[in-house]
């Protein structure tokens, strides 16, 4: 059974970076879709960046050019580099991963099956 568990959030001011760890066991990590969603109290999650299996990625759009996902294979990995970060950033932080795949990569949370327990990442102004 595939597990996710995410780290690296934390606090820090506008214009600020962090960069989130999603590492992963349980299952043959390089032939699944992966992908970072957040999620705001009370709101829907939404899908941040996600990466199909052969490597190409999909952004959110208020996060194209601040935010990039990166795998490393040989460590079981997903990154999410987060720059200039702004206050409306401020969530929950989710990886998951999908027993499919699909083109483009998808930013839709119902087409993952997998999820990790999150990590809170605040941007305060």
């Known amino acids: 059974q595939m597990q996710l568990v995410e780290s690296g959030g934390g606090s820090v001011q506008a214009g600020g970076s962090l960069r989130l760890s999603c590492t992963t066991s349980?299952?043959?990590?390089?032939?699944?879709?992966m992908a970072w969603f957040r999620q705001v109290s009370g709101k829907e999650r939404e899908g941040v960046a996600a990466?199909?299996?052969?490597?190409?990625?999909a952004y959110k759009d208020s996060v194209k050019g601040r935010f990039t996902i990166s795998k490393d294979n040989a460590k079981n990995t997903l990154y999410l580099q987060m720059n200039s970060l702004q206050p409306e950033d401020t969530a929950m932080y989710y990886c998951a991963a999908s027993r499919n795949s699909y083109y483009p990569p998808a930013l839709d949370s119902k087409k993952y099956n997998v999820w990790g327990q999150g990590t809170q990442v605040t941007v305060s102004s």
């Open positions: 990466m199909h299996v052969v490597g190409d990625t």
């Open positions: 349980g299952y043959t990590y390089s032939t699944a879709d």
